[in-house]
Structure formats: structure tokens, C-alpha cells
């Protein structure tokens, strides 16, 4: 079973559209996190999210937003998409904000959505 | 938050050890170094963690000077799967805020028959 999951796999879309990204993990983490790679491979966080505490990235535009139906799901929601949103976005979970003592704080990753804005 | 510096990219052939050192002058003191591996179009993976010295797994080896300001992974006897992009991280370790880890660039492995 896949730990961390994410739906779709593909996404093309035009500009000025609105899209959600699906993120599942059941692996009964407490925190989800949402990276965007640009075509350099650089990793950024956008959010990091948990029952307690949504934090942003403070260069993520405010058309970009995380919803949270339950502790197992992270959505990416973005309004009005933009050419300069095209990249691959990962969703990931870990054991928590705080770890425990015995935790690596390992991050575990979905597969990734590749969004591509025309 | 410390950053961390390492090298953009490395060549190697098959069976050769392989170590891609990471430059993290400003590391704190409860910080750890964490690295992960993606391969091409999946998410990342963790592989390793430590604080000081060395630490060893069934994938890697982690060496940290005494300093703290570097440290180096070692990868035994490379093969053709170890093509990937590897990520040093620098942040909270045990007990501290997974949210805290900052990705850099990452290094490049290209491992050549």
C-alpha cells in the first residue's frame, strides 16, 4: 500500500483556471507538509500543516491554499493558475511538528504531481 | 536557520565509493544533518541522519568532523540505481520540529557504467 499518495499524477490546465491537488497518507502521521520543484530541482516548502498549526512559506502567493478534511488529507488548492506555477508539487507527512526522541523527524514523500500551466 | 552549501553535481562509475560533502558553517547546536535521495520523478527519501562522528546504515555512511561545520556522504561501491539527487539538510533532529527542514539544491550523481 502506498504510504503517501497524491492525485492526479499529470495536470495540464490554462491560465486563469482553478485546480486542486489530492494528498492521502496512511501512515497515521500528525503532520503534512506541500513542496513545489522548479524546473532546477530545487525543493521549496510551501506549507506545513497540522491540527494545531498551519504554517506558510511567506513567498507562497495567497492564491495558493491547503485544506484539511481530516489528519490523513492535505489538499492544494490554487485559484487563478499562472504560467510561473508550472512545476512538480510533493505532498509529505511526518510524525509530527515535535518528534519524539526516537523519531529521524523523516519526512515521507508522495510521488508528485507535475502541473503544467498553458 | 543554517544553510547549507554542496556541490551541484558528481560523476562516478560503477563499484567506486562516492562521498558528496555538504558545507554548513552556521549550524546550531541542536541542529542534525539529515540527507535524502530522489530519484528521478519520484518524492524524496530519507537515508541518513547524525550529529556528530559517524553514523552507518544499510545504505550509507555519515561522517561529521568534530566541528560540525561539514559533513560528508559516503556511498559504498555506487551502481547504476544510485543515479539521484541527494539533499543535505540541516534543522532539528529527534524531539524537534520536523516543519523546521529546509531542502537546498541538492547534488547530482550521475554513476556512468
Known amino acids: 500500500d502506498t504510504a503517501v499518495s497524491q492525485t492526479p499524477k499529470y495536470l495540464v490546465t490554462q491560465m486563469g483556471n482553478d485546480k486542486s491537488i489530492k494528498c492521502e497518507q496512511n501512515?497515521?502521521?500528525?503532520?503534512m507538509y506541500w513542496y513545489k520543484q522548479d524546473s532546477k530541482k530545487f525543493l521549496k516548502i510551501m506549507f506545513s500543516?497540522?491540527?494545531?498549526?498551519?504554517?506558510i512559506n511567506e513567498t507562497v502567493p495567497n492564491r495558493f491554499s491547503p485544506k484539511s478534511p481530516d489528519k490523513a488529507h492535505l489538499n492544494l488548492h490554487i485559484n487563478s493558475l499562472e504560467l510561473g506555477d508550472s512545476a512538480v508539487y510533493f505532498c509529505?507527512?511526518?510524525?509530527?511538528?515535535?518528534?519524539?526522541?526516537?523519531?529521524?523527524?523523516?519526512?515521507?514523500f508522495g510521488p508528485g504531481t507535475r502541473l503544467t500551466v498553458l | 536557520l543554517a544553510k547549507t552549501t554542496q556541490p551541484i553535481s558528481m560523476d562516478s562509475y560503477e563499484g567506486q565509493e562516492v562521498n558528496i560533502t555538504c558545507s554548513h558553517n552556521n549550524i546550531a547546536t541542536n541542529d542534525y544533518i539529515t540527507w535524502y535521495q530522489q530519484f528521478p520523478s519520484q518524492g524524496p527519501r530519507f537515508i541518513i541522519q547524525g550529529y556528530k562522528t559517524k553514523v552507518t546504515n544499510e545504505v550509507a555512511s555519515l561522517f561529521i568532523p568534530a566541528d560540525r561545520k561539514s559533513s560528508t556522504l559516503s556511498l559504498p561501491r555506487v551502481s547504476l540505481s544510485d543515479t539521484a539527487v541527494y539533499y543535505c539538510?540541516?534543522?532539528?533532529?529527534?524531539?524537534?520540529?520536523?516543519?523546521?527542514?529546509?531542502f537546498g539544491t541538492g547534488t547530482l550523481l550521475a554513476v556512468q557504467p
Open positions: 509529505a507527512s511526518s510524525t509530527g511538528g515535535v518528534a519524539s526522541e526516537h523519531s529521524y523527524n523523516e519526512q515521507f
Open positions: 501512515l497515521g502521521h500528525d503532520t
Open positions: 539538510l540541516v534543522g532539528p533532529g529527534r524531539g524537534g520540529a520536523t516543519n523546521k527542514l529546509i
Open positions: 500543516y497540522n491540527n494545531k498549526e498551519l504554517i
